[in-house]
Nanobody
């Protein structure tokens, strides 16, 4: 059974930082593309960043320079370090893993940026 379990969300003030983690089980983690998506109220889910098995990364424009995605294949875990957070980053953040036709999601973790 595949499980993606996110952690690290919470309430943070503008300008603050959070580190999200996603622990995966039930998949051959190292071959999967791992990604972080987010969905704000009333908006579509969007890809924030992803990291390929070889380590290549992609970021949405609003995340460039502020967020860093990384993976630890030994721990089957992907991370999203988020710095300089602003209110527009408020959303539920979802971990995603995909490989060919296989696509899995975590349950999401809430990130709220507010003063």
């Amino acid at each position: 059974q595949v499980q993606l379990v996110e952690s690290g969300g919470g309430l943070v003030q503008p300008g603050g930082s959070l580190r999200l983690s996603c622990a995966a089980s039930g998949i051959m983690f190292s071959i999967y593309i791992m990604g972080w998506y987010r969905q704000a109220p009333g908006k579509q889910r969007e890809l924030v960043a992803d990291i390929a098995s070889g380590g290549n990364t992609w970021y949405t424009d609003s995340a460039k320079g502020r967020f860093t995605i990384s993976r630890d294949n030994a721990k089957n875990t992907v991370y999203l370090q988020m710095n300089s957070l602003n209110v527009e980053d408020t959303a539920v953040y979802y971990c995603n893993s995909r490989f060919r036709h296989m696509n899995y999601w975590g349950q999401g973790t809430q990130v709220t940026v507010s003063s």
